[in-house]
């Protein structure tokens, strides 16, 4: 509450010191952190969209830190920009959110929130941005990334079981790395990637995936800094290797990753164990994750990550930019977006996902 409140003071001191804010400024874009390998594709992907438009734009790193993101906002206040585009630093965190737009609607400034939950309700976020006619989110439906990769791990599963059985015992073991404890499109992919998965086993007349460590009553490992890396599930992914293998007869035989960067570091811990090596003749541990990164569709390519969800990095940005546009330009914020986008009750546009298995 401290930080909400210091937040908006702090923001409010620096509209009293300027007058109008110029159309002719600079659209200030708000990262939470330039290390996300998917939003790294959608800021290049934005630049372009931006480019395109004709509208001059400025990144801004908050490097996962919310206090950090705060300030540069404060700071672009007080430049004097066109338009405001966050990727909220603190996922979830809807008194932050509501003093941004807050501020925003002060300096009658336009603003859209992306790819990051400004809420853990979507009610109370719907809220939120309906306060302000010049706000929108620029999002996915959450549930469905999580959704679509179980039934996606479901159906490998039934069509390789005996393979994967790796110790005979009739079930599949699996690991699954979280990228974020708070973050509501984590906290879904966790849920739906097995429940999705388990209900296609059970109609077929098999046992759920049960996760490899019993004592872990979560069933996730979950990213401690909370930005989904590869870094996190390496590390994960080696400490296990070290007790759960091929030698010790109870091989973790499924990888289930948030993002494509937690699978890549899984995929890596593999490799050195001498899994997915891509090599002909070397054991391979199905490994799924969500973005369809460059990186993962490379993996995916060379046999050794099984499949992916594809979240729309240019479609997320192209979106973003027609908004700011149409609302910098002073149309109707939906005016032209794209026929496949999903408009949900006049506050946010959702893009729509889908499988990737490189075929």
Known sequence: MKKSLALIMALVMALSLIGTVSAEGEVYVFWYTFADVYLTSVREALGEAFDGKGVKFIDNDANATQAT????????ISAGPAALVVNQAESGAAGIAQNILEVAKAADLPIVFFNRAISTDDNEAKE?????????FVGTNFEQAGKMQGDLIGDYVLENYDKLDLNGDGVISYV???GDEANMEAISRTKYGVENANAKLVAAGKPELKFYDDANENKYLVDQAGTWSNTASFEYMS???AQYN???NNMVELVIANNDDMALGAVNALTNAGYNTGNEGDPV???FGVDAT???QELIANGRMV????QDAVGMADAVATLIKNMIDGKDKFEDLNENYVQVEGWRVDIPYSAYTGE
């Open 239 to 241: 400490t296990i290797l």
């Open 69 to 76: 993101q705060s300030d540069q906002i404060n700071t672009a």
């Open 307 to 310: 499949g992916t969800i594809k």
């Open 246 to 248: 091929a030698a010790n």
């Open 128 to 136: 939120i941005v309906l306060s302000y006619d010049k706000a929108a």
């Open 176 to 178: 699954m790395f979280k």
């Open 294 to 296: 460059a990186t993962a």
């Open 285 to 287: 541990i199905p490994v």
